[in-house]
């Protein structure tokens, strides 16, 4: 496995959720990571991008509770959720770019409900 995304569950809303993805170095050293979210019935979209050298793109609806971070020397990616939102539910993937090449990890579950 090349991209291991970890850290999903159940949270009741207003609730915190730190998402994990561990890449192997030749797909995280060079790479824009992304988080990338898929709700029920809906199609994938961009939740955050961090570059290189740490700048930041966060959809519209996260910003403001949603951080996206990275380790290099850990070949680690991290998304912490805050203030979460029932319309946060979704199947979280992270993916690598580099090269003009995508790589996707599988995903992982967030649900958010009382």
């Known amino acids: 496995v090349q991209l291991q995304a970890s850290g999903g569950g159940l949270v009741q809303p207003g609730g915190s959720l730190r998402l994990s993805c561990t890449a192997s170095?030749?797909?995280?050293?060079?790479?824009?990571m992304g988080w990338y979210r898929q709700g029920p019935g809906k199609q994938r979209e961009l939740v955050a991008l961090?570059?290189?050298?740490?700048?930041?793109y966060y959809t519209d609806s996260v910003k403001g509770r949603f951080t996206i971070s990275r380790d290099n020397a850990k070949n680690t990616v991290w998304l912490q959720m805050n203030s979460l939102k029932t319309e946060d539910t979704a199947v979280y993937y992270c993916?690598?770019?580099?090269?003009?090449?995508?790589?996707w990890g599988q995903g992982t579950l967030v649900t958010v409900s009382s």
């Open positions: 993916k690598s770019s580099q090269g003009g090449y995508d790589y």
């Open positions: 170095r030749s797909l995280f050293s060079a790479a824009v």
């Open positions: 961090i570059t290189t050298g740490g700048g930041t």
